[in-house]
């Protein structure tokens, strides 16, 4: 299964707004609602910031936010600031052959 | 306060095997699926293999589908990963991940990771 695909870095200034994409296929993102986000510092594990295309867990700012169109889905981190500077990755489940989770190849933010 | 902790990683000639645990505290660990999750030196990451939260399903990466085998003990709290056959291409940090989620997807605490280093 090919990873999803996701621009290899985006940037903006602090306060404007930024979206990452992550493209698959019918069979992955476009097949299920089940579409994370996870931030990444070097060095450091990731950090879950959406799960099912647009659900925030518990403690993550309300500036991330999710959404999907397609075989598109999107991270919008609105209000930018330099803390957001980082890597994103976006992860999908798939159950096509086996059920099993397929990431992107990540998104380095600069602020 | 909840935490995974991963051991067992190290050096190892292709060929041979490995075998990574995961300890994990401050939470019921017998009610969560639980991953594992790879990244190779300069790549992303890369999926692993799950396994269900009381062990009735166990699913892997066709990278290491036949090679690795995941395990769990509920009542020590651990996680394993059995990996033999080990080839050069398996050298990465190998983290361990809880899954809040039903059926597991994604991965909402994340350990410190393990490196394995395959070499000869």
């Known amino acids: 299964q090919s990873a999803l695909t996701q621009p290899a870095s985006v940037s903006g200034s602090p306060g404007q707004s930024i979206t990452i994409s992550c493209t698959g296929t019918?069979?992955?993102?476009?097949?299920?609602?089940?579409v994370s986000w996870y931030q990444r510092y070097p060095g450091k594990a990731p950090k879950l910031m959406i799960y099912d295309v647009s659900l925030r867990p518990s403690g993550v700012s309300n500036r991330f936010s999710g959404s999907k169109s397609g075989n598109t889905a999107s991270l919008t981190i609105s209000g930018l600031q330099a803390e957001d500077e980082a890597d994103y990755y976006c992860?999908?489940?798939?159950?096509?052959?086996?059920?099993?989770?397929?990431f992107g190849g990540g998104t380095k933010l600069t602020v | 306060q909840v935490q995974l902790v991963e051991s067992g990683g190290g050096v190892v000639q292709p060929g041979r095997s490995l075998r990574l645990s995961c300890a994990a505290s401050?939470?019921?660990?017998?009610?969560?699926?639980m991953h594992w999750v790879r990244q190779a030196p300069g790549k992303g990451l890369e999926w692993v293999a799950v396994?269900?939260?009381?062990?009735?399903?166990?699913y892997y990466a066709e990278s290491v589908k036949g090679r690795f085998t995941i395990s769990r003990d509920n009542s020590k709290n651990t996680l394993d990963l059995q990996m033999n056959g080990l080839r050069v291409e398996d050298t990465a940090v190998y983290y361990c991940a809880r899954d809040h989620l039903d059926p597991p997807r994604t991965f909402d605490i994340w350990g410190q990771g393990t490196v394995v280093t395959v070499s000869s």
């Open positions: 992860t999908s489940y798939t159950s096509r052959i086996t059920p099993r989770v397929i």
């Open positions: 019918s069979s992955d993102v476009g097949g299920y609602n089940y």
């Open positions: 396994i269900w939260y009381d062990g009735s399903n166990k």
């Open positions: 401050g939470f019921i660990f017998s009610s969560y699926g």
